[in-house]
Every structure is written in C-alpha cells, then in structure tokens.
DNA sequence: GTGGAAAATAGGAATCGTTCTCATTCTCGG
DNA sequence: CCGAGAATGAGAACGATTCCTATTTTCCAC
C-alpha cells in the first residue's frame, strides 16, 4: 500500500514539509502495528528512533492530517493513522492494562450512532462536533487468567 | 442535598474509610463546579487543600465510586462526582481551550445509542464494556471571536 | 476520659511523559 | 557548488502525578 505514503507525502508538501526518512519510519511502524500505539513504543521500537524526532514528528503528522492522536485511559498519548487513510472504526480500551483495540462495528448500527449524535450535538448548539466512541472493558489477556 | 455527602460517606465507610473533612471539601466543590474540574483546580481553589491530599483522595473517593475520572485531550486528569450521584450525561470538550461542559441528549436518543453500543460490544466479545461517548467541538467562548 | 493503633494528612522529593532549546546536519532551489 | 531554511538529536526544562515519611487525627477498647 503506497496509497498510504502517496498520501502522507502529498499532505505533508501541501503544507509546506517535507516527507522525510523519519518520518516514513513513523507512518510506516504505525501502519505495521495497526492500533494506537503508544508515544514510548515508537521510541524504543526496533529502531530507536530518538525521543524527541518522535515527538516533534508525530506533531507534524498530527497537524496535516496524517496522524491522529488517541487518548486513553491511562496517561499517555498513543497514535494512529487517521482515518482516512484506513478504516473507521472505534476503540476497545482495557481498563486493566490500558491496551487499544480497534473495532468496527456493523455499518447500520454504525449510521444509527453517527445521526444520533449528529442530533445531539446541533441540539446542543456545538459546532464543528465530531464524536470520540469508544468501549472500555476487559481485553482478552487480563480476562485470560479470571474466566 | 444531603443525599450526595450521605451516599459518599456510605460507600466510603462500606470500603474501611473515613469520610473526613478533606474529602468532603472535595465532594463539595465538586458538586459547586458542576462539571468536571481538572486536578489543579481544586489544588488551586480558594480553600487551597494541598496538593498531596488531593490526589490522595481524589483517587480513593474514585475507588469506593463516588467520584470518576474523565479523560481529555489536555494531558490532565479532570474529576466528576460518579454519575449515580447526578446525572447520567455526556461530555462537551472544546477541541480549542480543553474545557469540559456536561450534555444530556434526549431520551430516546440516549437509549438508542445505548443499545446500539451494547450490540456492537457484543459482537466484539468485549465484557463489561461501559462506553465512552463524547462530542468534540469548540465551545462558545472560543468560537466568540470568530463568529 | 485515656491510650494506643490505624488512618489520614501535608510537605517535599522523585518519577515520568512530554516539550523546548540549540548546535549540527541535511536538503533543495538557484 | 552555495546558501537558506528545514530537520535532526541530545539533553535540559517542565509539569502533572506519584511516592515517601514524619506528624497529626480519629476511633475504639478499656
């Protein structure tokens, strides 16, 4: 998939920056593991890349639209790819250990949500709204040794 | 409204503990701000409880449910009385300034995304899925100046 | 009441993720 | 090939949160 980095690129030279090897690194590590990945994670993956380039770049990805940024439950700040250069979908965070799953859930219901918060939100008079979902619960591992 | 320091003080005396003056000033002010107040808030407030002390006890009125922990873009932790002591509500955060207002949507909305959610944790073999469902927006003061 | 054990408090040190600074290196247009 | 601006990376700075510990408070048994 270089549709992937097509896109970065393009987004990237639209606002004036460059797609630098480090930065393909960080798309492309992010694209591998497929969920939200941890800030850490990025830093002390295989190839180490230095704390503060992963910083500064995930922030440059963030602000043209390549990267989103994940907030969860504990306190540390996990990326993804965004959207729209996957798929849409929701998150399952484990309140045990803090890991992040995707989802996705079936498109009807999916619609269902998606008018349903559009109406909550005109009804609240917000503007630009978009919506975080996400499910909090039990992952698999920290339910494993329980049930 | 007695109702909310009796219930604290149950569920805190039902789990060993004591309701103590400290953690009633922060069930107080809590319950004064009306929506969820960031740690350094209530460090800072008026009453000026150190600092030590509030996390201290925010995190155990957070233990025995009577208070909840709310996650926001900001990188801070922000505290809401638990929902069975208000109302069940959801969050405006302003995507601008961080700052959190309460929504209730209506009824038959709320229960329909409700359910739908419930479906799609259930699809996901996902237990004990609570669900988080906040809009992100920019709130009045933010959008002031250019509307 | 009084004494003592357990809980709570508060001040400050320690931690840790994140941001900032700046000197060096790279890159691209001319 | 040169120079300006962008990017890099090492480490300092920062700030929220957690941890440590000596002191104070609270509650219960006597």
Redesign the pocket.
Known sequence: MDDVHATVARR?SDA???Y????RDLVEALRRVGRPA???DLVRGRRG?????V???L??LEQVGAVRRVITEE???RYELSEDLTTHHHHLVCRSCGAVEDVTIPARLERTVERTLAEAAAAAHFEGALHRVDLIGTCRDCRGVTA
Chains 1, 2 share one sequence.
Do not use: D, I
């Not at 630098?20 to 930065?23: G, H, L, M, V």
């Not at 890349?49 to 380039?53: A, D, I, R």
């Open positions: 990237l004036g920056q460059r630098t090897p480090k930065r941890a800030t850490q890349l230095p704390q503060s380039s910083y500064r770049n922030s440059v306190g540390v700040a």
